[in-house]
């Protein structure tokens, strides 16, 4: 039996929507900002993303199909991978002058009560890694 669990990381980014969005689904692009990960795949409903995450000798890939495609606004992925499984839930609304992108990943964790436990070590690395992405991101979207 799996447990879901969801972490969400959001910035204010000084750039409209639509060139927020442009940046977040560049793929290629996303291993420019996002911690330790490199990205290849395609847009629209159905496509597939492949991630290859972690440094050194601790590295997994992340298959993704995309579920839900709503540009310039939303793309959710599921994770069907063996090592990562669930949502992740990439947002861009309106801010002020520019605006807010939001990611919120939606997993599910295996294993039970070790699970559970492992992840009370893990959220708080995820958070911090998602938030540093996200400073990362709002740099170069300028």
């Known amino acids: 039996m799996s447990t879901r669990v969801e972490v969400t990381a959001r910035i204010q980014v000084p750039a409209p929507p639509e060139r927020t969005w442009r940046a977040v689904v560049d793929w290629p692009a996303q291993g420019e900002w996002m911690l330790a990960t490199r990205v290849r795949g395609d847009h629209g409903l159905g496509a597939r993303v492949v991630a290859r995450t972690g ?4 590295r997994f890939t ?3 199909v995309i579920t839900s495609w709503e540009p310039p606004h939303r793309c959710v992925v599921a994770h069907t991978g063996r090592v990562v499984r669930g949502a992740g839930v990439f947002e861009v609304v309106p801010a ?7 990611w919120t990943e939606r997993l ?10 492992a992840w009370r070590l893990a959220r708080p690395l995820a958070r ?3 938030g540093l992405s996200l400073s990362r991101f709002a740099r170069l979207v300028i």
């Not at 002020?96 to 939001?102: L, N």
């Open 62 to 64: 992340d298959t993704m």
């Open 108 to 117: 599910d964790l295996p294993l039970g009560a070790a699970g559970r436990w």
């Open 128 to 130: 911090r890694g998602m």
């Open 96 to 102: 002020g002058t520019g605006s807010e992108f939001r």
């Open 55 to 58: 440094i050194g000798p601790v």
